[in-house]
């Protein structure tokens, strides 16, 4: 921008000579810090907000854009990116990153209580989900297995595994 006479003036004592010169505007400093998230796996994103650190927005300026992160959506963590916020031309902006965590759906399974008979071969052990539950297609993985012994009193010895057995 260049600066000019205006209404700069003089009296009749003087010859007044103008140079005119330029007048630098540089953009402001802003900085913005993301805020950390969480989610639990499922659920769906919360909003990616952020908060300003340093420096001000003046005349009526706003920001403008919005976060991203990065992708993923198993548990883990993830990193919240700048996106498209901008403070616009007359600002240059500092970002400082935060994560997004998506946490384990909390998940309860039971044994299902089986008998056998001495000699006959172990029934299938089954299972079922008794708190939370299993997202989309997503399902569990494995089979049970049971402490090694053949004869009643082995697993008498093992309360935790005789189900009610005197």
């Known amino acids: 921008m260049r ?3 205006e209404t700069l003036a003089a009296t009749t004592n003087y010859s007044l000579t103008f140079t005119p010169a330029n007048l630098a505007i540089t953009p402001a400093s802003l900085a913005v810090t993301a805020d950390a998230q969480t989610k639990v796996y499922g659920a769906a994103d919360p909003a990616l907000t952020y908060h300003l650190t340093s420096g001000a927005l003046v005349n009526g300026d706003t920001f403008t854009g919005a976060l991203s992160r990065a992708p993923g959506n198993t548990a883990g963590s993830y990193a919240i990116q700048q996106g498209t916020l901008t403070g616009g031309a007359n600002y240059t902006l500092s970002f400082t990153s935060a994560n997004l965590t998506i946490t384990p759906v909390p ?3 039971s044994a299902d209580a089986k008998s056998k008979v001495y000699g006959a071969a172990d029934p299938a052990l089954t299972y ?13 993985i494995g089979a ?21 057995w005197n």
């Open 3 to 5: 600066s000019n006479k």
């Open 107 to 109: 998940l309860a399974v």
């Open 128 to 140: 079922h989900i008794t708190g939370g539950a299993l997202i989309g297609g997503d399902n569990l």
């Open 144 to 164: 049970l297995s049971r402490v090694a012994g053949e004869n009643r009193r082995q697993l008498r010895d093992h309360p935790e595994h005789a189900h009610g």
